[in-house]
T-cell receptor
Framework: AQSVSQHNHHVILSEAASLELGCNYSYGGTVNLFWYVQYPGQHLQLLLK????DPLVKGIKGFEAEFIKSKFSFNLRKPSVQWSDTAEYFCAVLMDSNYQLIWGAGTKLIIKP | DVKVTQSSRYLVKRTGEKVFLECVQD?????MFWYRQDPGLGLRLIYFSYDVKMKEKGDIPEGYSVSREKKERFSLILESASTNQTSMYLCASSQIQGFGYTFGSGTRLTVV
C-alpha cells in the first residue's frame, strides 16, 4: 500500500541547532511532494513543495527540502532553528496513481529557547 | 485574504447526538476535503467533494456523511456521535486536486 513515513514523532532541539526531518514514501511512480507546518493554535499552511526540476526546493522561513528519487525521500532542513519554529510538520505526497494526497503522521518539533 | 472558515472552534457533544460541522470557502475552489487529525496518525481523509453534490469516500468514512449543496459549503455529519470520534476535524479546499490546499483552523470535537 502507498504510504508516507516520517521518522520521528517528536524532535527537541536548542535554538541555532540544525534541523533535518525525514520523510520517505512508498511509490514507484511520479510524485509531487509537500511539507506543511502547523504552528500552535494555527491552521495548517504550506511550507514548500516540489513538482519538478531542481530537486532542492526552498520554502518560507529559511526551510528547504531535497527530493532524492533513488531514496524515495523528501527531507526537510533548516541550518539554524529558532524558537518560533516550534510547530508540527507534516510531509504529504501526491501520487499520480490516484491524485490524492497521502499524509505522514507528523513530527512535533520543540525548540528550547 | 482567502479563507476557509469552520463554523466552530470547539464543540462538546453527547454520545448518540447528530453533529454537523460546517465549512465555507471563499475562493471558488472546486475541491473540498474533510480530514480528522489525531496525534501520531497525521491527517486521515474522511470524505472529499470535487463538485457540487458530488462526494467521494476517503480512507475513514465510516460513521460520517457529507453534504455539498453549494460550491462554497461542505458539511460533515456525524449521524450518531461516538466517543471514538473525539478528534480535531480539518476542512480544506483546493482548485486542483492535490495542489495548494488551504486549510481551516479546525474544529476540536469532544464526544462525551
Amino acid at each position: 500500500a502507498q504510504s508516507v513515513s516520517q521518522h520521528n514523532h517528536h524532535v527537541i532541539l536548542s535554538e541555532a541547532a540544525s534541523l533535518e526531518l525525514g520523510c520517505n514514501y512508498s511509490y514507484g511512480g511520479t510524485v509531487n511532494l509537500f511539507w506543511y507546518v502547523q504552528y500552535p493554535g494555527q491552521h495548517l499552511q504550506l511550507l514548500l513543495k516540489y513538482f519538478s526540476g531542481d530537486p532542492l526546493v526552498k520554502g518560507i522561513k529559511g526551510f528547504e527540502a531535497e527530493f532524492i528519487k533513488s531514496k524515495f525521500s523528501f527531507n526537510l532542513r533548516k541550518p539554524s532553528v529558532q524558537w518560533s519554529d516550534t510547530a508540527e510538520y507534516f510531509c504529504a505526497v501526491l501520487m499520480d496513481s490516484n491524485y490524492q494526497l497521502i499524509w505522514g503522521a507528523g513530527t512535533k518539533l520543540i525548540i528550547k529557547p | 485574504d482567502v479563507k476557509v472558515t469552520q463554523s466552530s472552534r470547539y464543540l462538546v457533544k453527547r454520545t448518540g447526538e447528530k453533529v454537523f460541522l460546517e465549512c465555507v470557502q471563499d475562493m471558488d475552489h472546486e475541491n473540498m476535503f474533510w480530514y480528522r487529525q489525531d496525534p501520531g496518525l497525521g491527517l486521515r481523509l474522511i470524505y472529499f467533494s470535487y463538485d457540487v453534490k458530488m462526494k467521494e469516500k476517503g480512507d475513514i468514512p465510516e460513521g460520517y456523511s457529507v453534504s455539498r449543496e453549494k460550491k462554497e459549503r461542505f458539511s460533515l455529519i456525524l449521524e450518531s456521535a461516538s466517543t471514538n470520534q473525539t478528534s480535531m476535524y480539518l476542512c480544506a479546499s483546493s482548485q486542483i486536486q492535490g495542489f495548494g490546499y488551504t486549510f481551516g483552523s479546525g474544529t476540536r470535537l469532544t464526544v462525551v
